[in-house]
């Protein structure tokens, strides 16, 4: 990518990028989007900040990584099926979400580095996340050809979707995901190749390597699908407390390598941003990010670098000759006097 130039950012990017950017700049209280927590998750909100403040980008859609437990929804059924197509939004129900590592349960706790944000941990994970105990067998399809509804673990790594002005605003994005660990990242339409009018390129940058599922119960439905009882339906569980703390450590555990991944993407984005793609004279007159390094003053940095680990080298080296040839008189005098 070195030697590549960005070209001038269409207005109509700079039309959408100011939308977005209105809607973010929201208060927290009344801001709202179609995820279940609602806002924009704190363990991204400062990368967000950052991608914003680039000239040719704007992210459309975040998440830092989460924990959740969800019930899939009641769907009719044109066949008879075992079980009934996995649940997907505007379906289904979600039991628990977390965008933090879950403490108080799992059993590596201690060894995690997080501090507890969590309340009511003398709870069970079947209470936390709306369960009971089952028998761990498996529910049998019923007669009106209604499969049952499952109960899925879910961690998620994070998932971030960054519009950008052109293919070539794009360009850093993709190389940065991809070095940082999120090797599933690319464009997520084909439209954007339409031609330089065309829609503004949107980058998913994301990573299936780190999810983790597991279907862990199912609901016990009414068999009346009109049922208007106001009674809450039955979450049975078909596996045991231990196996829930073994997937809360799974999950805190990948919550450690998803911070890792993303603080890699971050810094590769910014350097990559700063250093191959705004090569103008304009560009590098813009606020640079905290801790950005100008690539003339970095190699003159590790150059002088270089040279005084050399000179501690040399006094190191110096200084062992002159303890041995010391050393060695002193052995000389001994014997002499003898």
């Not at 699908?225 to 231990?242: F, H, M, N, Y």
Request: some cysteine.
């Amino acid at each position: 990518m070195s030697g590549l130039r960005i070209g001038k950012i269409p207005e109509v990017f700079e039309s959408r990028k100011r939308k977005i950017l209105t809607e973010l700049s929201t208060p927290e209280t009344e801001y709202t989007d179609l995820s279940p927590k609602g806002s924009v998750d704190e363990g991204i909100r400062d990368l967000i900040q950052e991608i914003n403040t680039l000239p040719g980008l704007v992210t459309t859609s975040s998440c830092s990584g989460r924990i959740s437990v969800f019930l899939e929804g009641r769907k009719k059924q044109q066949q008879q099926r075992q079980f009934a197509p996995s649940g997907g939004k505007g379906a289904g129900k979600w039991l628990y979400v977390s965008h933090d590592p879950l403490k108080g349960y799992g059993t590596n706790d201690s060894s995690n580095g997080y501090d507890s944000h969590q309340e009511n941990t003398m709870k069970s994970l079947h209470e936390l996340f709306g369960m009971v105990p089952g028998d761990g067998k498996l529910p049998k399809t019923k007669q009106d050809g209604h499969a049952p509804r499952l109960v899925r673990f879910h961690y998620d790594p994070m998932i971030l979707h960054i519009m950008t002005a052109t293919l070539q605003h794009s360009h850093p994005v993709l190389s940065a995901a991809a070095t940082s660990g999120f090797r599933e990242s690319g464009l997520q339409s084909l439209r954007c190749l339409e031609g330089e009018d065309g829609p503004s390129p949107i980058v998913a940058v994301r990573s299936a390597g780190l999810s983790l599922e597991s279907v862990i119960g199912y609901c016990e439905d009414a068999d009346e699908e009109d049922d208007t009882s106001s009674k809450e339906p039955v979450i049975r569980s078909l596996v045991s407390e231990e196996y829930l703390q073994m997937l809360i450590d799974i999950s805190n555990e990948r919550f450690i390598v998803n911070g890792e991944r993303k603080e890699r993407f971050r810094a590769t984005l910014l350097n990559l941003y700063f250093t191959d793609q705004l090569g103008t004279s304009k560009a590098k007159t813009k606020a640079r990010p905290e801790g950005w390094e100008d690539p003339d003053q970095r190699r003159e940095r590790k150059r002088a670098e270089g040279l005084m680990r050399k000179r501690l080298l040399a006094d190191q080296e110096k200084n062992a000759n002159n303890e041995k040839e010391t050393h060695e008189t002193g052995e000389i005098i001994d014997v002499t006097k003898l």
